[in-house]
């Protein structure tokens, strides 16, 4: 039995301990130039002298300042950084009121200066312990800051999302910036200050809001093309760490105001669900392409044992390839639908909000979005060819050597394939281990040759044919 681990670099994200690392850096690529452009949100703010008022909930943002041996933080950081925190909070609440969420990220506070708390922790090593790679800095570091929540457990809200900034180097290396699980990355330098925004020289102001908003559970997405960057600009999760540090427009998609709304550290009071607690679930996704109305029609149905207030949708092409060959997700363009009576799903994509549509592969992930903040994922192939979605009776699925779509995988098109079509096209008899359908098909697979012997008809993508590993001797793909 083959149970080969796949190594996921997808959106330049990287599972580390079964943790979920960002590292955000975009590769250039070809787009749309942005014409007439709203003028950025102008909020209140404070002066760094008189701290700004700001909210606090049940539960709050951590925020770590990890100070290494040889580096010590700024001593204006606290004051300063409330400022900053507050803009940022101020600037989450204003995009969330886009869309009807009348809801503030909490900050934790310290009565008798009225600042926001920073829970300052000496790091066991010098700064050149802690550099960016993931797999050396953000687990030590991590471990450390848990050894000191060990016996420090009061200045800690009761939340599991921690915001962790670092002083900047000062011996010229490289240090982490990034979202990992809900923790997320930062760098503290002097001129990470609201009055420092627009810097033309740096995206680390942009970013480090960026990374928050990995670290608050928002994926890489894009605008629209045709209903939002020429009016909005530019998302948040996509290159927004370089347009909010020029001050240029800077924006949350409707998607991720839905996100942030079932956040944890975004209640007061408190639901009654666990926050993020798992459920048992299935997605059931389907799409027509309607030629006349130029648009993807979505249908399809779920179950969940827990409540879903809203069906998320990302059209994400493969492009911007950093040399990996592995999908970056930046230009995922994004929707929220309604769940239907009865648990269907049902949406309309105009083909207009798309860049990517000529002879591009694309993944439409179709996620449940749990009332506790949770977020379930069914991820179906196609692509384009010559402008033409390649679905239903054009589809095809893509048959894979070993699990998690690892070894060789090769894409049949709707047909009938015998133990010698099979073959013929590279795939080995009894040799399937996973299965990514592509949308508007399904598969029913034969342990024996001419479609005889049992069978497993598969509706969705699956990692693992646990009951049909290795059986596979003939394949129906079958357009829905």
Known sequence: MKNTKQICLALLLTASSGILMSGCKKAPVAEPQTTTLAKPNTLALGSGTTP?????????????MFVPTDNPALSDYKTRLTDLMVHFQNWFHTEMLRYGYDKYMGL??????GLVRFIEIPAAGPQ????????????????????YKATHASEFSNSSHTLILLP??????????????RNCFAVDNANMAVDKIPNASSNLLGGMLHEL??????PHDHAKYASEQPT??????????VTFSKG???????????????????????????????????????????????????SGSFTSNKEVTDILVYMDPNVNNEGTGTNKDYNAVTWRFAPGTGNTIAGSIPLSELYYKTN?????????????????????????????PQIGANGSAKFCQNSNYGGYAISLPVGQYTTADLISRGISNNDVSSVNLGLGVKVIMYDGDNFTGSSIELTSSSTYVSTFNDKASSIKVIAL
């Not at 008022?53 to 943002?61: A, D, E, Q």
């Not at 934790?108 to 200066?113: L, Y």
Request: net charge negative; no cysteine; aromatic share 10%.
């Open 108 to 113: 934790s506070k310290i009565d008798s200066t």
């Open 248 to 298: 240029q427009p800077t924006f949350l998609t409707e998607v991720d105001a839905a996100i942030l709304n079932r956040n944890e550290i975004f209640q007061n009071p408190l639901p009654t669900e666990i926050p993020y607690e798992s459920a048992t679930t299935t997605i059931n996704a389907n799409a027509s392409f309607n030629s006349t109305t130029q648009a993807f029609n979505l």
């Open 128 to 147: 050149a312990d802690y550099p960016y790679s993931s797999s050396v800095s953000a687990t030590k570091i991590l471990n450390e800051i848990a050894a």
């Open 213 to 218: 908003g990995h670290g608050l559970n928002l």
């Open 52 to 64: 700004p008022s700001f909210v606090t909930n049940t539960k709050n943002l951590n925020i770590v």
């Open 232 to 241: 909005l600009g530019t998302s948040l999760m996509g290159s927004g760490n």
């Open 360 to 388: 591009e592969p694309y993944e439409l992930k179709a996620k449940l979005l749990l009332k506790n903040g949770n977020v379930i994922t069914q991820t179906y192939s196609f692509s384009f060819l010559n402008g033409v």
């Open 168 to 181: 900047n180097r000062t011996d010229g290396g490289d240090q982490p910036f990034y979202g990992y699980g």
